[in-house]
């Protein structure tokens, strides 16, 4: 009878009713106070326990059956498994007022044998955790005022674990205190693995504070940092750090073409670089610097602080090496007296051999002109320069300890760079690239400003040393990928069989794999992981797609990832919010559900084939430089062991340096001969903020094997557009075309193709010609190493030599819009080959060229945007 009373009492008042079971029903916050005066008489909050198959979703409703109980005086029953992650939540009502440092604690659990579930066991995510860098933290947590709020909690019930625990979950706030009984009858099977194979349990979440992949070993085909005195030596490159703590040598030893590594070093820098302190009055700070100090060193890092001071101020530098090429500098000037200052900038003098191309700062990627200027601007994603050659560059990135890694693709105006307070200086800074004599000068200023006494700034940058490493010949010509964006899969692997083809990348948003970044759902993971057995049984590798970016709303982990506020879902516009994908809004879905939260909402696979036909996943953007780089890290620890992939596709993203490493080192760890290549659509644009892709992911990519650059990409460019922007050879990686399946012709000078499976026409014609002529044991010489034996009188046609024991290939671009009769002149002696007994040959190959007896190489002529490949041979006796 109570029940029909209060269903009746909920009708007449108009009040929100979203279930039919009474106590599943909701109320707004507004209605349950009016409704349930007695039950929330002289209290500023409630609390109550909720299983984790009803989660806690509003922040305007409450459900009924949360106001009619008291929690603190009979406990609230749950069912676990031994060894299970167990989840559940602690919901919070803010009655009147704001809750501010609201604390989550427990007592433990105990059963009546004296087992006891220690309190240490016991996490409440809201309260913060193990950060993406693996330091604890703790957050905040603050309920406004009328807000209903979920506090997501996990137990890790032992695998011995056996009968009904009690325990006291209590929570404070405001100077008030709640308590709710709990008990946890734990019976059954040990669940294996936690629990983590399957999603429904959320036992997934204990994943937001996974370490795995953080340790100080060195990733596959890295060397430890070592340490003379001052120089320090990695893979192909040193630094000589001076006794100010700053560059004063940095050199390479790799090959004009990326291909080996040599005795002989080349210098990057002319000069050491110059931290420059000027009053206003012209004067230049003499800073004297102390002993310098090298603090620490691991495989995998080298570490060193130098003091500089002077009557008016210090400068205090905390310098860092890592193996891969990365190199911080955490600069701080702090002042000993009230100083007016012309400006304070960093001055690097680079050999100009070093220096040939130029990428960033608003200059899309090629040769470096004279001179360049550029100011801070934080509508436009740039933060970074690159100058180099193909053998030896430097990539400058300036900041301050306001950074925060921006949103990438088109969502950057959603989150962009901060401008950091002492190189921008409010709009102050900026920096000249300009020649003198042999050298050419970057001049990092930030301007005039005053400062008081005491007064720091930080004056930081990170420094990035080109190239990584050698090009992989196995990556750039074995690696031969299929992917397809089809809804149905059922003929991939014939497909890729046809095409020759050994690597099958899922792509999301097909009947293996729905649900974006979430390869790992209960609805397809059987069936992902017997595609992936096929796979292997056909002896090809198989790898998913996987990033950090969007995140669909379909994974069961979506309501906890809410509940953190900003933390996991970044906190953009919501309902308000108008991108490239959503120009009309959000869906209705998100309006509904997600209704005055922050977020951006994002991509929308439709399904119009196969069995999730008629559905769509929608997904929003996830948070940077956050614990979800720890769940995705777990994430794909579990698939590597469970599903056994064997590797990732990224597709822009948004992770950090740190996080791909610990990606690296799980794959290589528990895969043979596993990879990652990494997608990007072309950023410079308003949308991506003028960025090039390069300059933006340059430190992710020590750790990936292949590049596929990519939409949006105009491929009638300049060959330096091509060499910086997309060959991804200055950087120690192969790379593939996308847009439109690119130039064949004009990508073979850069050893490219297009993908299989994707857009164009398929490459296997050209992967046949590979093998017929053994490319993958040649080495490759550039048209733009002053070693290549093949010179041609004609500037936008382009020869790369792929050159070989028995036979040498000759691929031949024309870079310009008309047809060019141009000579080819060959080094007989550089080829190691007698030019009388050499025939060249342009051999047929299936829609790329037709078969011909080269009599000579003087005034050929060759197709406007096309070209040709050629054989040289010595003739058998």
């Known amino acids: 009878m109570k029940k029909i009373l209060l269903l009746l009492c909920l009708c007449s008042t108009g009040a929100s009713v979203f279930a039919q079971n009474v106590q599943d029903q909701y109320l707004s916050v507004s209605e349950a106070t009016r409704l349930f005066p007695k039950e929330l008489e002289h209290q500023s909050f409630i609390i109550f326990p909720e299983v984790r198959e009803q989660p806690i979703k509003w922040l305007d409703s409450l459900r009924i059956n949360w106001l009619q109980k008291d929690y603190s005086q009979k406990p609230y029953s749950l069912q676990a498994r031994p060894g299970e992650y167990f989840v559940f939540q602690t919901g919070i009502w803010a009655m009147k007022d704001t809750l501010k440092n609201v604390l989550v604690s427990s007592s433990g659990f ?84 936690h629990g983590f194979d399957e999603g429904r349990r959320l036992s997934r979440l204990a994943w937001l504070n996974s370490t ?55 210098p990057i820098l002319n000069e050491p670089f110059h931290f420059i302190i000027e009053k206003e009055n012209g004067e230049i700070i003499h800073l004297k610097p102390g002993r310098l100090q090298f603090t620490g060193q691991t495989p995998s890092a080298v570490s060193w602080k130098a003091m500089n001071t002077s009557n008016d101020c210090d400068l205090i530098c905390n310098g860092k090496l890592e193996f891969d090429g990365f190199a911080d500098f955490q600069i701080t000037v702090k002042t000993k007296k009230p100083l007016s200052i012309k400006d304070i900038r960093l001055e690097v003098a680079m050999n100009k051999d070093k220096a040939i191309y130029m990428m960033g700062l608003n200059k899309a990627g090629g040769f470096r002109p004279a001179s360049w200027e550029w100011k801070w601007d934080t509508t436009k994603n740039q933060d970074a320069l690159w100058l180099g050659a193909v053998n030896g560059g430097l990539q400058m990135k300036w900041m301050a300890d306001n950074y925060v890694l921006p949103l990438v693709n088109v969502y950057y105006n959603f989150g962009k760079l901060h401008l950091p307070p002492s190189w921008g200086n409010d709009g102050k800074g900026g920096v000249n690239i300009f020649e003198k004599g042999n050298e050419v000068m970057v001049n990092a200023y930030s301007g005039s400003r005053i400062m008081k006494k005491g007064e720091e700034q930080h004056y930081n940058f990170e420094l990035l040393i080109t190239p990584f490493k050698t090009i992989s010949k196995k990556a750039m010509f074995d690696n031969r990928f299929y992917q397809s964006g089809k809804n149905e899969t059922n003929d991939f692997i014939h497909e890729a069989d046809s095409l020759g083809a050994n690597i099958i990348t899922v792509h999301q948003g097909n009947d293996l794999y729905p649900f974006i970044n979430y390869p790992y759902s209960d609805v397809n993971i059987k069936a992902l992981k017997r595609f992936i057995e096929e796979v292997h049984a056909d002896h090809k590798r198989a790898k998913v797609y996987y990033t950090t970016r969007e995140l669909t709303i379909n994974l069961p982990e979506f309501w906890p990832f809410v509940s953190l506020k900003g933390e996991i879902i970044y906190p953009g516009p919501g309902a308000s919010a108008r991108t490239v994908t959503d120009p009309h809004g959000p869906d209705p879905w998100l309006l509904t559900n997600l209704r005055e939260r922050k977020y951006i909402p994002a991509w929308v696979s439709h399904f119009t084939q196969g069995k999730y036909k008629g559905m769509q996943d929608l997904s929003v953007i996830t948070t940077p430089e956050s614990r979800m780089y720890n769940f995705y890290v777990a994430g794909l620890d579990w698939m590597v062991h469970h599903l056994k992939i064997d590797g990732i596709y990224i597709d822009d993203c948004s992770l950090d340096r740190t996080t791909i490493r610990r990606v690296r080192k799980i794959l290589d760890d528990n895969r043979t001969d596993a990879n990652i290549d990494m997608h990007s659509w072309n950023h410079f644009n308003q949308y991506g903020g003028w960025a090039s892709c390069m300059n933006l992911y340059m430190s992710l990519l020590p750790y990936i094997d292949n590049l596929w650059i990519g939409e949006g990409r105009n491929y009638n460019t300049p060959p330096d557009y091509w060499l910086v922007e997309i060959s991804g050879i200055p950087f120690g990686l192969p790379s593939e075309m996308l847009q439109g399946g690119g130039n064949p012709w004009r990508g073979m000078v850069y050893g490219m193709t297009n993908r299989a499976g994707w857009t164009g026409t398929p490459p296997d014609n050209i992967w046949k010609f590979w093998d017929k002529y053994d490319i993958k044991d040649k080495t490759m010489i550039g048209y733009w190493d002053p070693n290549n034996p093949v010179s041609v009188n004609d500037d936008s046609v382009k020869v790369t030599v792929y050159k070989g024991k028995n036979s040498t290939l000759l691929t031949v671009g024309n870079f310009g819009s008309t047809n060019q009769t141009c000579s080819l002149h060959i080094d007989y002696e550089k080829l190691g080959y007698d030019s009388l007994k050499c025939i060249i040959v342009i051999p047929a190959i299936e829609r790329y060229q037709d078969s011909q007896r080269l009599q000579t190489l003087e005034d050929l002529n060759i197709p406007a945007k096309k070209g040709y490949l050629m054989v040289v041979k010595e003739k058998k006796k």
Request: net charge neutral.
């Open 110 to 193: 105990k059963n009546n044998n004296g087992s006891v579930i220690p309190s240490d066991s016991v996490t409440c995510f809201n309260e913060g955790g193990i950060n993406y860098l693996s330091h604890p933290f703790i957050k905040p947590i603050t309920v406004p005022a009328h807000d209903v709020q979920a506090l997501w909690m996990g137990i890790n019930v032992p695998a011995d674990a056996k009968g009904a625990y009690d325990g006291v979950i209590t929570v404070s706030a405001n100077g008030m205190l709640k308590r709710i009984e709990l008990r946890i009858d734990v019976k059954g099977n040990a669940l294996a693995d």
């Open 212 to 266: 795995v992949g953080i340790n100080d070993e060195v990733t596959k085909g890295y060397i430890p940092v070592s340490r003379n005195g001052h120089i320090l030596k990695i893979l192909g490159r040193s630094l000589e750090v001076g006794e100010n703590g700053l560059p004063e040598k940095i050199t390479t030893y790799f090959t004009r073409s990326n291909q080996s590594i040599s005795q002989q070093g080349e």
